[in-house]
């Protein structure tokens, strides 16, 4: 590692690792202000309503116990963007698990006690929580999540698909998916004065520290959000969360520092989930397999409080030529948690549906699923007419069928068997979107000859620390060793938040201008000054804006061998493969353990995550981890990424799509793409449990 | 009969000596982390549904979250922190960092910790759910086993299969 | 979690005159779904009576072949033990498939059997619960259920109990040693986990403080072979969908033995008993396992979302019964 010139491109290991592996690594709640105390949260226990009385006595008849708050006490808030984050303001319960209380107490203990003890009194509403496809209250939004339109007509697909040779139309369901990163959503909060200083679990500090800033009406020079580890967020701390807002009003009420971590069970209820969607697909094809028309219409919801539309439509934007066009949004407001971001939003649902529909059509033509997707790789982006920056979808899938080794294949179900075992081969496309963000950073050179980059990015696991050092030190040209990081702190140049994979590009691009200048700063003065010297750089709209004229998309193409037990449901994953085009490489080791961890919580969205919106009570039902099952261990046998070489000049200076969302696209549909094959049995909904399966 | 809601415990922690008055409510975990500021053990559910709160007692791992302090008087507990002898990482911590066995690092400490107790569990015999019955001991750590052994450890960001090789090279 | 006195007794009879003289006590033994269910609020005691130190910890063969297992043995140690591992696979396989490591290490024999149902209504102290809370009704039947019971169930709770070892230690024919305050007394497996009927909330009849001291397996009986099999959502660390431990001894083509158990199913290890006397003596095929599985499972009375665990248990004892029939090994569990 001691080649400057391989910086760029090293399988180098993360820097914080020792910090991880001893345990010295520092999530939110692993920091205990001196004189600390703890706060319990408490959600409500009707899904539409009013409180109509708090009885707090036995509560706060234990000694230890400082504060209750509710909306009767709580310091007031200033409306933020998240309508979500007006905590403790009123009466109204929007949904069931809405935080109504805020217990505050000399010991955990105490405060879940009297948590516990809280009584309060509800006039409860008739809510209405259960999705239906002809619910009255659907309508069409303006736009989708993420700014794209809502909907999108090209050409006449209604015409278009009444003649077509070849048809499939198909409704694709996935119910409530929910993040559930490692580490509960936590905040510790000290309050100096009228300054704040916040440990937050999330995924951007800036963001954090935005919202506070509104919700306490104060300057952001008082606000210091500090996220040094955080323990994934997968979209579900991409924006302040409540444990930060209740931290930090609890920490002013009580005037001590205040540890609170989101109890497990209550996350799906207050910070976001993937919402459910009904996608109807239809696609319209001449005999050959060429598409004609496409059509993909999706229905979702979103809680009253806000419009959240999973944008699950829009890859099929990008995907695959035709000449008509229909993709649709309707979304219905319900008296439920408020939908957020969740690992690749729109793509991850979207794609199950597009990808599992080409399956359906490569089996109406009687096609590989491979030389489907071939036959429709279009020339320009279907939707925009732009030109692709890069798309090596098709290299992708001849690479992966090479490695897999699809061919030769038969494409007639239920055709192969390992004792009792059908064993079947799916295929799947993945995309994701090129974001970037305008962020700023300092690099600073020493007098000793060490280097640091200044950054406030988040680590929530990518890698970020350990590919910014190589960025500077590619730029500067040193060994990566010389090169410190300091990240995670709303006191450094400020910078984006840690979500649409755009990290990397977005904090990386200043990096690596502010790297250049040093640079040249350096060669101008020949030596470091005892004080050494620093160069500062951001990007703006205008760095951001140059490359519109292109679509920038990363792709990949997903392989599954699957083995499914006809006698009890039982579907396994024997393989999982995946080869993917997202620009340059800038670490192979921390990218691959991004791709690879997309497509193992790709595979436990199709096998076994299930969560049910419980009509009679309006809350997630499966809310804890034993209930909520994502894959263990025991599931994941055998899984590959690769990528191809890809250059691409219209990204940022370093060449690189974002792969954090990439690898969980495709991944689902690639295996109930390969349960089809091994069973005849398509499956449409999610998950494939062995309910589904077994007896049919 | 005198009843009392704390309770005099005595505590081996990493090698040291604790005399402990603690709430009888309070968790190993919650003891760990917030009376002796042992952080490395993680609260990731509370309700041994993760794993990332694994730590060694008495040799043995189990989720810290689900044992009362008070009943562990008298017994040896080992945390992440207690691992590594001065700056020689312990022999399953270096082989995390090798493969690159973790991302976010949350569950890591419970991984690193049940991984211990399993390959002590595997020398001395024990068998898994995958284990061939008429394995003779120690029991080989094949992908399989260590797969089967280490599912009481959740990782949502997918490093399983780094997680799989170092504890592999762990055992051999 | 409410505030609890603790005491550590270090003979039985005192732990069950503690108990006695406070209704509100609990025993703790491994404590992975007591102190679970304190932490819901579910769980409220006032007293734990901790049974660590009480000596009921040895697994002891005995002169007649039969096996003593003291409550406190904890889970994964009985896995291990090499006697249980040679003559009764079944229970070893049933601790093995439940839980993770770090469980098995903590939980106790006891304990395990008087584990607390999974229902996730239950569990939520904000929902109405006849086994939680008597008389405040069963959303279960209506709401999510797939988990739960298909057999036994009452219009007044569909819980499933979620132990494995009961599973394994029904199908052994087990017996369940206890002090109480009345004296010791010994009952069999069968008879200590109850049907709900109308008193969801009576799952055992053991009597108030009535304290397991050990579980007593009889003899093997010879020429049998015997197996657990489980089936979840995800391939470890889950409770079963459904699951089946059988002892089986089959002579000349002909079924000389069989004690067949099923879980998951009802709110208690579900002796399949009308299977049994069906295949008695009669040919061991795959055949005949499957027609006395469906003669067992005609008792089967499904709700909306849990059908499938029907036709599930019937195929999941079909091929244990056949596999031990033919010697076929449980395939090991792996995907490659």
Known sequence: ?696 | MEYTFSTEVALRVNGEDHALLLDNRSTLLDVLRERLGLTGAKKGCDHGQCGACTVLVDGRRMNSCLLLAVAQHGRSVTTVEGLAEGDTLHPVQQAFLDHDAYQCGFCTPGQICSAVGALAEARAGRPSAVTDPAEDPPVPLDGPEIRERMSGNLCRCGAYPGIVRAVMEAAS | MKEFAYHRPTDAASAVALLAQSPGARYLAGGTNLVDLMKLGVETPDLLVDLGALPFTTVEPLTDGGLCIGAGVRNSDLAAHPYVRAHHPVLSQALLSGASGQLRNAATVGGNLLQRTRCLYFQDVTKPCNKRLPGTGCPARTGVHRDLAVLGASGHCVATHPSDLAVALAALDATVDTLSATGPRTLSINRLHRLPGNHPDHEHRLLPGELILSVGLPAPAPDTRSGYRKVRDRASFAFALASAAAVLAVEDGRVTHVALALGALAAKPWRATTAEQALLGGPATEAAFGRALDLELTAAEPLPGNGFKVPLARNLATRLLTDLATGEQAPRRETR
């Open chain 1, 1 to 696: 590692m001691t080649d400057p010139k391989a910086a760029l491109g090293a399988p180098l290991a993360r820097l914080e690792g020792r910090d991880k592996v001893t345990g010295r690594a520092r999530y939110a709640n692993d920091h205990t202000p001196p004189g600390s105390v703890f706060a319990w949260p408490v959600p409500a226990t009707v899904a539409r309503g009013e409180i109509t009385a708090i009885d707090d006595r036995q509560a706060l008849a234990h000694p230890a116990v400082l504060a209750v708050l509710t909306h009767l006490n709580a310091p007031p808030l200033a409306e933020a963007e998240d309508p979500t984050l007006a905590l403790l303001q009123s009466p109204q319960v929007a949904y069931r698990g809405q935080y109504v209380a805020l217990v505050v107490a000399e010991t955990l203990e105490a405060a879940r006690t009297a948590a516990a003890e809280l009584r309060i009194s509800y006039r409860s509403e008739r809510h209405d929580v259960v999705l239906t496809d002809d619910h009255p209250g659907i309508y069409a939004p303006e736009l989708a999540n993420a700014g794209y339109p809502a909907d999108r007509e090209r050409g006449d697909f209604d015409t278009a698909f009444e003649s077509a040779e070849v048809r499939t139309d198909a409704v694709y369901r996935i119910g409530p998916l929910h993040n559930h990163p490692m580490e509960p959503h936590a905040a510790t909060a000290v309050w100096d004065g009228d300054r704040l200083t916040v440990y937050d679990s999330c995924q951007g500090g800036n963001s954090v520290q935005q919202t506070l800033a509104t919700l306490f009406a104060l300057p952001h020079s008082q606000i210091l959000v500090i996220s040094e580890h955080v323990g994934g967020g997968f979209g579900s701390k991409g924006t302040a969360r409540p444990q930060a807002v209740l931290a930090a009003m609890a920490a002013r009420t009580v005037r001590r520092p205040v540890k609170l971590a989101l109890p497990r069970a209550q996350l799906c209820a207050v910070v976001g989930h993937r919402a459910p969607t009904v996608q109807r697909v239809r696609l319209a094809a001449r005999s050959d397999g060429r598409l004609h028309g496409v059509a993909h219409e999706v229905l979702t919801r979103s809680s009253t409080l806000s419009e959240f539309v999973e944008q699950a439509a829009v890859p099929a934007r990008v995907m695959y030529a035709s000449p008509h066009s229909r993709t649709t949004h309707r979304v219905v407001r319900q008296d439920v948690p408020a939908p957020s971001w969740m690992r690749a939003p729109g793509e991850c649902p979207g794609m199950f549906a597009l990808e599992s529909a080409m399956d359906e059509l490569a089996q109406a033509c009687g096609l590989d699923p491979i030389e489907l997707r071939l036959r429709n790789e279009p020339e320009l982006e279907p939707d925009s007419g732009r030109p692709f920056s890069s798309r090596h979808l098709t290299d992708c899938l001849r690479e992966g069928a090479r490695r897999f080794g699809w061919y030769p294949r038969d494409p007639e179900p239920r055709r192969r068997s390992r004792g009792r075992l059908l064993i079947g081969s799916g295929v799947a496309a993945s995309t994701y979107p090129v974001y970037v963000a305008p962020s700023s950073a300092e690099v600073r050179a020493e007098a000793d000859g060490s280097f640091t980059v200044l950054i406030n990015a988040t680590d929530i696991g990518t890698g970020a620390r350990t590919v910014l050092a190589q960025i500077a030190a590619h730029v500067l040209g040193v060994a990566t060793d010389r090169v410190g990081v300091e990240i995670g702190r709303s006191d450094l140049p400020p910078a984006s938040l840690a979500g649409g994979s755009s990290g990397t590009a977005s904090w990386g691009w200043p990096v690596h201008r502010a790297a250049t200048a040093l640079r040249e700063d350096l060669a101008r003065h020949g030596e470091v000054p005892a004080g050494g010297l620093a160069a500062r750089a951001a990007t703006g709209a205008e760095d951001l804006a140059a490359s519109r004229s292109f679509a920038r998309h990363a792709f990949g193409a997903q392989f599954a061998e699957v083995q499914v037990d006809m006698d009890t449901g039982e579907t396994r994953v024997r393989r999982l493969l995946g080869v993917f085009a997202a620009g340059r490489i800038l670490n192979p080791r921390t990218a691959r353990a991004q791709l690879l961890g997309g497509m193992i919580m790709g595979q436990s969205m199709a096998l076994s995550e299930h969560s049910t919106l419980d009509p009679e009570f309006g809350d997630h039902a499966e809310r804890d981890l034993a209930s909520y099952q994502v894959a263990v261990h025991a599931d994941v046998t055998d899984v590959q990424a690769y990528w191809i070489e890809e250059e691409d000049p219209h990204l940022n200076p370093m060449g690189s799509k974002g792969i954090g969302e990439l690898g969980i696209v495709g991944t689902a549909a690639a295996i109930t793409n390969a349960v089809h094959h091994a069973t005849g049995i398509r499956v449409r909904d999610l998950p494939a449990t062995p309910d589904v399966l077994l007896g049919r």
